[in-house]
Antibody
Framework: QVQLVQSGAEMKKPGASVKVSCKAS????????IHWVRQAPGQGLEWMGW????????NSAHKFQGRVTMTRDTSVSTVYMDLERLTSDDAAMYYC????????????WGQGTLVAVSS | QSVLTQPPSVSGAPGQRVTISCTGS?????????VHWYQQLPGSAPKLLIY???NRPSGVPDRFSGSKSGTSGSLAITGLQAEDEADYYC???????????FGGGTKLTVL
């Protein structure tokens, strides 16, 4: 069945970067967009951006432009999200999710990766 | 502040019907983009509940239904059960932001 499995929890210092991975299985990896969505403690869902594994193309929310990089490795069906210059506001659960089109729903989600930011 | 507006909380007794509204604007729901709904149980990732405004993925009970009209969408849950207690999020696409958008979430309490 379709599965998105994310990397483990991270603890980072302010100013550092974090790289979260999302390994896909159970479907054609290059056919779907992979999105990144984050959720701060006790808060709602916030879309960060997407990457298309086939082309490597990306698009990110204005808020994260210049600070987020999304890449993929088709040989291992994995996408990566790199967030730079972390602050305490970036402490959150980070989810990957896939959709058939950029304006579509998110069919399936990863289990989440908790990123803590503290000095 | 979320682009889509949901009530922070709703509640109902077991067996009752509740609805959750999701209000957008002319650049998202009103621009003919569908509304989708997710259920998030405590400590879990969101799960797709309704897609394309009124379609249920396989495995989602028919107690859950969605609708859309104008610049708003709505989620209805009938025959409320204790296991329905969760946070519910609506989602659409915004042409001004050129990306998916979410509502702020609604906490459903089963009394």
């Amino acid at each position: 069945q379709v599965q998105l499995v994310q990397s483990g929890a991270e603890m980072k210092k302010p100013g550092a970067s974090v790289k979260v991975s999302c390994k896909a299985s159970g479907y054609t990896f290059t056919a779907y967009y992979i999105h990144w969505v984050r959720q701060a403690p006790g808060q709602g869902l916030e879309w960060m951006g997407w990457t298309h594994p086939s082309s490597g193309g990306t698009n990110s929310a204005h808020k994260f432009q210049g600070r987020v990089t999304m890449t993929r490795d088709t040989s291992v069906s994995t996408v990566y999200m790199d967030l730079e210059r972390l602050t305490s506001d970036d402490a959150a659960m980070y989810y990957c999710a896939f959709s058939l089109a950029t304006s579509n729903w998110f069919d399936s989600w990863g289990q989440g990766t908790l990123v803590a930011v503290s000095s | 502040q979320s682009v889509l507006t949901q009530p922070p909380s709703v509640s109902g007794a077991p067996g009752q019907r509740v609805t959750i509204s999701c209000t957008g604007s002319s650049s998202n729901i009103g621009a003919n983009f569908d509304v989708h709904w997710y259920q998030q149980l405590p400590g879990s990732a969101p799960k797709l509940l309704i897609y394309g405004s009124n379609n249920r993925p396989s495995g989602v009970p028919d107690r859950f239904s969605g609708s859309k009209s104008g610049t708003s969408g709505s989620l209805a849950i009938t025959g409320l059960q204790a296991e329905d207690e969760a946070d519910y999020y609506c989602q659409s696409f915004d042409t001004s932001l050129n990306g998916p958008i979410f509502g702020g979430g609604t906490k459903l309490t089963v009394l």
